[in-house]
């Protein structure tokens, strides 16, 4: 390989759904360049949670497009998953409550139909235990989609569609002049050269790409964990978030159930910690102490990449035409491929995207100051 | 006869035999993710053992005196064996 028209730096969700809309819209010559094997970083790791119920316009109306996508891909890739079984934001204080009242208010004014539930409803969709809770926030168009099974359905996909895929193959850098990136130095020291486009979809290790080109990309490596269980027969459908500690449980098609929980760690420390086991547990088994039954299969840690707002960035590199960049999803890189692969896919071969939220990730934003606020409507 | 190679993800050899011929896959991590081998209740104990017996028939490459790494033999993640969530659960 000496040559290539659109080089897609990164085989996660990002860069397989770029890949995926761009064979569609029948381009050519497409390259997918993987460190590892597909789904190595954050998607192979993540829960596999979608939805869209958030609290700013941007993600709101992106992800509402998501789902979209997800519904359609659903049909359109062999193997693919979506089960929309909903999420369930476990309410228990009064301030969350009122809180989410005016979320579901602002998310249905944004074609979003979540719903408040009160704790007997709750109980009816699902098997709680616990009487602290005051009452719910249902997002029935939210649901689950296993990551194993997305990257292989999509490398078969994508493989059918003439996408060329370079697994354990590393992009050492991009060489670029005159505003234009021109070709990628791959593994030791071989020269991909690139007619079109490049897109740095590498999560958190997209900083390093962009710095070489003299670009600062504010991103955070922000490390989660994670743990599964051996399988068991179906108890729980939604997704369900305890708000108060961010602790969220989630039980897959497979039967294997995924338990979350906030713990922050140092950014380079992605050694296991105890610590976040006992709180996952601790906190989820009040509500579902079915799980305490549960065995353990494995522990592990994958990165959120955390800009300052927590929205994305995807936009065109400042300094180079033909190179973009979507990173920094802040933990929603996953949830969001279908809608971003479409934007990117847009921004390529038309030079801008489909959607105005999607002009609001522009990198730019951070040196102007003009954060964008996860709830901006509480003011 | 069909040969199980997972019992805890029923794998057979057959189905290994197969995406490695049709799907290009050239390492373990990737068949171990493209077929789950090693990701049930035995954590690897058996498949993954018996995946690198046959890794000169499956890959076409031998296997002895070379590290992990280079086999790209999939880490094992803890625990070793499987061990219920309640161990946890404080208070």
Not at chain 1, 12 to 23: D, I
Not at chain 1, 71 to 87: A, H, M, T, W
Not at chain 1, 292 to 303: N, T
Not at chain 2, 80 to 88: A, C, G, M
């Amino acid at each position: 390989m000496e040559q290539v028209n659109v080089a897609i730096v990164g085989g996660g969700s990002t860069g397989l759904m770029a890949a995926y809309y761009l064979a569609k819209e029948g381009v050519r010559g497409i390259h997918v360049f993987e460190s590892k094997y597909l789904g190595f970083g954050s998607t192979g790791r993540c829960a596999g949670g979608v939805r869209s119920s958030f609290a700013s316009n941007v993600h709101v109306t992106l992800m509402r497009e998501s789902i979209r996508n997800w519904l359609r891909l659903k049909e359109e890739v062999e193997g693919l998953e979506f089960i929309q079984d909903g999420y369930l934001w476990l309410l228990t204080t009064e301030e969350l409550v009122e809180l989410h009242r005016r979320l579901a208010a602002y998310q249905n004014s944004l074609g979003v139909p979540t719903r408040m539930l009160s704790a007997e409803e709750v109980g009816e969709l699902v098997p709680l235990a616990r009487s602290d809770v005051l009452a719910a926030l249902y997002d029935p168009t939210a649901g689950k989609a296993s990551p194993i099974k997305f990257v292989w359905a999509m490398r078969k996909k994508l493989m059918e569609l003439g996408v060329n895929i370079h697994e354990y193959t590393f992009v050492r850098g991009i060489r670029a002049s005159g505003g234009k990136a021109r070709s990628l130095v791959v593994d030791e020291s071989n020269e991909v050269r690139v007619d079109d486009h490049v897109l740095i979809a590498a999560g958190v290790w997209s900083k390093e790409l962009s710095r070489d080109l003299g670009v600062e990309i504010p991103i955070k490596k922000d490390p989660h964990h994670l743990l599964v269980t051996d399988k068991y027969s179906p108890f729980l459908r939604p997704l369900v978030i305890h708000k108060e500690s961010g602790s969220y449980v989630v039980q897959h098609e497979t039967g294997s159930i995924l338990v979350g929980a906030e713990f922050p760690v140092p950014e380079d420390d992605t050694s296991l910690r105890y610590g976040y086991l006992r709180k996952a547990v601790t906190i989820m088994s009040r509500y579902f102490p079915q799980i305490l039954s549960a065995e353990l299969l494995r522990v592990w840690v994958g990165y959120y990449e955390v800009t300052p707002d927590h929205h994305p960035i995807v936009d065109v590199l400042p300094g180079y035409e033909n190179v973009l960049i979507a990173t920094g999803f802040s933990g929603h890189g996953y949830m969001m491929a279908p809608i971003v692969g479409e934007e990117i896919t847009s921004m390529m071969l038309d030079g801008r995207p489909k959607l105005a939220e999607t002009n609001e990730l522009r990198l730019e934003r951070f040196d102007e100051g003009k954060l964008l606020k996860e709830s901006a409507i509480f003011g | 006869m069909t040969k199980i190679l997972c019992i805890c993800e029923e794998v057979t050899l057959e189905e290994v035999e197969r995406v490695v011929k049709e799907e290009g896959i050239k390492d373990m991590e990737t068949l171990k993710r493209r077929l789950r081998l090693g990701m049930g209740p035995c954590g690897g104990r058996y498949c993954i053992n018996t995946l690198l017996r046959l890794y000169p028939q499956l890959f076409g490459e031998p296997a002895r005196n070379r590290s992990d790494v280079e086999l790209k033999v999939p880490p094992s993640r803890p625990p070793t064996k499987p061990v219920y969530l309640y161990i946890f659960k404080e208070g």
